[in-house]
């Protein structure tokens, strides 16, 4: 009885101190290792922007090009975009339009349930310098329209990646005209994507136009059932994409929204379809993506959300994800936006550290075994390593803030100095909103609300390297941190 409870105490202590001393220490392969990610592209972060306020964003909302454009110097390449989401399924192409787009809403928070666009819509996205994946409509069965669209879309948009053929179609319903009266299953849109390829790819003259699937999640509708049904299709297909919100309504929680295991076995559901696509030597992109659905009950606006698209990009590149393509919904009324008319949203500020990342890089590689809170990535330039991130997903709200230190060892520094230098991702908490008053920075800089213009002087850290090519960086609760070796 007393030596079982003593047993006991023994156990508590150790598991305690074994969470307190846990040993962070990571040795940094100089090459990448075998489990490091192929070749990266040279822009995995991206932007989608809802179909239907694609033009406002870009002409009626300030921050816009300054937020892509400091993305840009960050990442070193522009930041491709998609034009879709919901209302591109509702949308006709109107070749006599003479604004982008018109439409009707009872309120200025509502995405119209139907709408025209015209050719100065094409125009705005052919001005774009990153590369431009459109979203055409496929729900409403009006393939002649489709392809008019397209046709400009080609000959206008000198930067077109690709063109999709409808938005989440595992939504699409039996009273939809696509699906003419018949349950629409995933073997059923499977067929019609595959005949819409070939008809949109034919009308266009073209091969490699199309980004197919464009599926929510990955189910009974997925990127790997769809290839099994490709066949000669195949040659018209881009790239495959599939739509990724880990979190959901009013269940969302921000604790494991940023805690660095869950994102890596969230990600991790994605690998079939990722190798699917892979097997066609087709990319595959999340081509839509963000934190949660409906507005996730106020976790989308947080700096966790910002940490949590940190980590979730480098997972998804190291899993074989080309490119990630963050949602920005209705403007005024979009919790999960990076920015919006009056104010910054803080999960920009996770884009912006995870561009800083991957600057440059041809391949990242994971230190830890993606099991616990604490993160460590090898990044590599040239196949030699030149940057670590470090991330600790501990949640963080009030109180004594915890921290923990991640050693790094085998690093080798020029022989004229023992310092790198280290740039950290931080803010009040994890649940602060910038458009609540609370505080996020990078580099010590921050984004000015409705301009997103840098303010603020850069706050490099100094690291310093043992001669035993050692060194110790803290990180704290809800932090992340960009050591430039
Ligand atoms: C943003 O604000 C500007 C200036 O107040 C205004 O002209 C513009 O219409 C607004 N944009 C949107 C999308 O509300
Ligand atoms: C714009 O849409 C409204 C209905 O939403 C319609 O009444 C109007 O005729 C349309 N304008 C043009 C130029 O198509
Ligand atoms: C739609 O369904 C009707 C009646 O079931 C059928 O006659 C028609 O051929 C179908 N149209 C298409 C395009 O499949
Ligand atoms: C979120 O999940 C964590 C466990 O992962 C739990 O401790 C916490 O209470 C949850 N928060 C809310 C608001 O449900
Ligand atoms: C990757 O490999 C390193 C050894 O280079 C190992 O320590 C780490 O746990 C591995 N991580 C994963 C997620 O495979
Ligand atoms: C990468 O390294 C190789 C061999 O050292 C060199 O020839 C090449 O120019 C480098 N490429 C870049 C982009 O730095
Ligand atoms: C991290 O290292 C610093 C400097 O050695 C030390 O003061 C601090 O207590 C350490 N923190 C933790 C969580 O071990
Ligand atoms: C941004 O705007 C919000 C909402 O008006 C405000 O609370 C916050 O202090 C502003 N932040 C900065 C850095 O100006």
Known sequence: ???????????????????????????VPSSPPSNASGT?????VGVSFEFFAFSAYMQDVAATNVCLSNLKKAMGTAVPIRIGGTTQDRATYDPSLSTAVNYSVA????????LT??????QIASSYDGSVTLGLDRRLNSISNTIAAAKV???????????????????????????????WTAAADASSQVSWQESVATALDKESIIQAGVFFGTGSFSVEELVAKEGASASYVRSFSEHYYPQSGSTANLTDLMS?????????????????ASSLDKPFVFGETNSATQGGGGISPTYGAALWIL?????????GAKQLFFHQGTIGNCQYCWWGNYTMGAPYYGAYMAALSLNGASRIAPLDSGTTPYAAYAIYQNDTVSRILLYNSDYYSSGTRSGVNFTLAGLSTSSSSSTVTAVRLTGDKATARIDQGGIVTVAGQTFENGTCTIQGHKVVEDVDV????????????????????
């Open 1 to 27: 009885m007393h030596s079982n409870q003593s047993i006991g105490f023994l156990v508590a202590a150790l598991l305690f101190s074994a969470r307190t001393i846990y040993s962070l220490t990571f040795a």
């Open 40 to 44: 990266l592209d040279s822009a995995p």
């Open 107 to 114: 309120s200025s928070t509502d995405a119209p349930d139907s």
């Open 117 to 122: 666009f015209g050719p100065s819509f094409m």
């Open 153 to 183: 879309a080609v000959s206008v948009i000198p930067n077109l990646y690709a063109l999709e053929l409808g938005n989440e179609p595992n939504f699409f319903v039996s009273s939809d005209p696509i699906a003419n009266g018949s349950s």
């Open 260 to 276: 660095h295991s869950s994102i890596v076995s969230g990600v991790s559901a994605f690998e079939d379809d990722i190798n699917a």
């Open 311 to 319: 980590d979730y990009v480098m997972q998804a590149v190291i899993l």
């Open 466 to 485: 043992g001669e035993n090519g050692e060194t110790v960086v803290s990180v704290g609760a809800a932090e992340a941190v960009l050591v430039y070796l």
